[in-house]
């Protein structure tokens, strides 16, 4: 997949976690699943409509009760190398 120019890069590495054990697993339900999407336009429609108003939402991270606001004077994630 070829991204347009006018993206920008999100994260500079990419997530692994070394002690995965398990590989993610692949049923025959999802191609049953895929073919009924790809079959009925009723449904590819509102499964459509629904993930374009999915995309939509801005979340915003909030605390609950008298939480003090984050220290902003410092980057969120720290690397130590």
């Not at 120019?5 to 398990?22: G, K, Q, W």
Request: aromatic share 14%.
């Amino acid at each position: 997949m070829v991204l347009p120019a006018y993206n920008a890069l999100a994260a500079s590495a990419s997530i692994v976690f070394p002690d995965r054990r398990t590989k993610p697993r692949y049923d025959r339900w999802q191609d049953d699943a895929w073919a009924f999407y790809d079959s009925v336009g009723e449904f590819e429609f509102g499964v459509s409509w629904l993930a374009n108003a999915l995309s939509r939402v801005r979340l915003i991270p909030a605390g609950l009760g008298g939480d003090p606001p984050p220290d902003r004077s410092r980057p969120a994630f720290q690397r130590n190398n």
